[in-house]
């Protein structure tokens, strides 16, 4: 199904007629049915492919203004947590658990991903911090204890958990988490018309509202959109609390 995709995406042609035909039913299916029309791809072969062509693209993102001050913000918003435990659910390779890792070095940094070989090349190619290990998990069966990490993040890995999932992902986040959660996500609702079409043609990222789907598990502090240059909300900050729980 990708292939043909891609095939499709390339030509200018057959890519104006694929948007023509595909958007109407894709607004349909996610505003009435809540599904993607095209059916879900399998997101650990789909970012074992990815992983060479991302790779080539670190130095590039680590150039990209936008990018830099996305990840300013979240090693600001973790060093702000002050905890001693983070876990990041869907860290891929590791770039940013290795990044904030760094940045942190006093903490110790979990990060769990689907991908088996693409953790194993993290640990082998990339991550150097000393304080950061990884775990090939499912967000929605991690492998921890009920509050048992201080602070669990993620970076544009719940977009990618299909609407049959994201309710059980978000319960198991909640679950593990004992003090703060930081959800760097793709939220629709404050593009412009024309972005939120253009997001909803895309065939591996998921519409979620973060705020309802945690609903009462946790406290709502705050949803904030990292604008970038024009002034496009690219990627959205959900952070929740949970209370302390006495001994
Ligand atoms: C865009 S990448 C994340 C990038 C990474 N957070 C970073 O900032 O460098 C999305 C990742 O989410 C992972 N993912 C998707 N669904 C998942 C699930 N249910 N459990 C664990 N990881 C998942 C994918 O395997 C992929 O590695």
Request: hydrophobic share 40%; charged share 25%.
């Amino acid at each position: 199904m990708r292939s043909i995709y891609l095939a499709l995406w390339t030509n200018p042609v057959t890519r104006f007629i694929y948007l023509a035909c595909i958007t109407p039913l894709n607004i349909i299916w996610y505003y009435l049915l809540h599904r993607k029309f095209l059916g879900d791809p399998i997101q650990r072969n789909l970012w074992k492919d990815r992983r060479s062509d991302d790779f080539l693209q670190v130095d590039n993102v680590e150039g990209d203004p936008y990018y830099i001050n996305l990840d300013k913000a979240v090693a600001d918003r973790l060093r702000g947590f002050d905890d001693s435990l983070y876990l990041e659910v869907g860290c891929y390779y590791g770039y940013r658990l290795n990044k904030f890792a760094r940045e942190l070095p006093h903490a110790c940094f979990i990060g769990i991903d689907l991908g088996l070989e693409n953790l194993l090349f993290g640990k082998k190619e990339f991550i150097t911090a000393p304080n950061a290990v990884v775990v090939n998990a499912d967000a929605c069966f991690l492998p921890f204890r009920d509050n048992s990490i201080g602070v669990v993040f993620t970076v544009v890995c719940l977009t990618h958990a299909d609407y049959s999932s994201i309710g059980k992902a978000i319960d198991e986040l909640t679950r593990v988490c004992k003090h703060n959660l930081l959800l760097v996500e793709v939220d629709n609702r404050p593009m412009s018309w024309h972005r939120k079409m253009a997001i909803l043609n895309w065939d591996y990222g998921y519409m979620h509202q973060y705020e309802k789907l945690v609903g009462d598990k946790m406290k709502l502090v705050s949803m904030t959109p990292l604008r970038d240059t024009d002034n496009h909300p690219r990627y959205t900050f959900f952070e929740f609390s949970k209370p302390v729980m006495s001994p």
